[in-house]
């Protein structure tokens, strides 16, 4: 999975207004403080899987340092699941995903920003 620098850049500011996130098996992450920075990643710089969480936590110590470690790069899915929870309409996500955007191949980077407007209103 490569996530592109503005994807990167939108999910640290989806972080900051406090996006919804609980640290789980299957989510992607971007190490912020180098807290696994001694095994490299296998997708690219600062990007780790999370396969086993406990592997996470005992670096960490606890979720709240993993999750001021560590912010979430939510998937496509994920952003969808969490429009469905946020009571996004379903057309609005539609106007959001207009054939323009599914041509440049920037579908995640148009659901984070629907996902960082809805954090501020």
């Given amino acids: 999975m490569r996530f ?5 850049e939108l999910a640290r500011k989806l972080n900051t207004a406090e996006l919804p ?10 190490d912020e ?7 490299p990643s296998p997708f690219h710089d600062h990007i780790y899987y999370i396969l086993d ?3 996470f936590l005992r670096r960490a110590g ?3 340092h993993l999750k001021a470690s560590m912010f979430w790069l939510p998937t496509w899915y994920d952003c969808r699941r969490l429009l469905i929870e946020m009571n996004v309409p379903t057309e609005l996500i539609c106007q959001k995903l207009d054939s323009q955007i599914i041509k440049t191949g920037k579908e995640r ?3 984070y920003q629907l996902l960082e407007e809805k954090l501020k209103s």
């Fill in 4 to 8: 592109l620098p503005e994807e990167i």
């Fill in 21 to 30: 996130w609980e640290p789980g098996t299957g989510q992607y992450v971007w």
């Fill in 33 to 39: 403080t180098g807290l696994i920075a001694d095994c």
């Fill in 53 to 55: 969480i406990k592997h």
């Fill in 62 to 64: 606890t979720i709240e």
């Fill in 109 to 111: 980077l148009a659901l």
